[in-house]
Every structure is written in C-alpha cells, then in structure tokens.
C-alpha cells in the first residue's frame, strides 16, 4: 500500500499543474464506452450469446490490462459480470484522457 501511494504521490507531482487542458479524444471515448455498454447489456439480461460480447471483453481486457475472469465466448453461453464492467469503468473514468484513436489501426488506443 505504501508503494502504491508513493507512487501516486510520485505521478502527481510530475503533472504540470498549469493552464493546460487535458484533451479528450471524443472517439476514442466513444468506441470504448460502446463497448461496455455492450456488455453491461449482457450483464441486465443475465447470460449472452455474441461474438460482439467476446470482441468486446477481450478489447478492453487489452487496453485496461484487466484479465476477466469471466469465460466470454462465441461458442457458448457467457455472463458477463458485474466486477468486469464496475472495472472497466473506472479504469475509463480514470484514463479516458489517455485514449486516442489510431487512424492506421482502426481502434483506440493508450498513450
């Protein structure tokens, strides 16, 4: 824990609290809140069936770092569970002005 908040303490001062805006890359922001919306959808109803809800996981897995616990997958059934998207969420809230979208690459991506 004392790690934790040394390194915290350690980002924050780095910051340049000036008169700086911060820019949020509106469609990056976007594309990742589409696809926790995705599956926050599957969550309501309980169990899904989607290669869209295994898409989505597996990108934001990738871009949060987070490795769900959840089985997500194409070939049967999977739920989506509410630790993964409260995760997903505040790691977005928290990051969000890291996010861009790469043009070349055709998705989001953290600077």
């Keep these: 824990m004392r790690t934790l908040v040394l390194i915290s303490a350690i980002v924050f001062s780095s910051f340049s609290f000036s008169n700086d805006k911060i820019v949020i890359d509106k469609k990056a922001c ?17 169990e899904g069936y989607s290669f869209e809800l295994l898409s989505a996981s597996k990108f934001l897995s990738k871009i949060t770092s987070f490795k769900s ?10 739920d989506a569970k ?11 809230e928290g990051n969000k002005h890291l996010l861009y979208w790469d043009d070349q690459l055709k998705t989001v991506r953290v600077r």
Excluded: P
Excluded at 33 to 42: H, N, P
Excluded at 82 to 91: A, F, G, L, R, V
């Design 69 to 78: 616990k959840s089985k997500y997958s194409y070939k049967s059934i999977g």
């Design 30 to 46: 976007k594309y990742v809140q589409e696809r926790i919306s995705l599956i926050e959808k599957f969550h309501s109803l309980e």
């Design 82 to 92: 509410e630790n993964d998207i409260n995760t997903w969420k505040t790691w977005f």
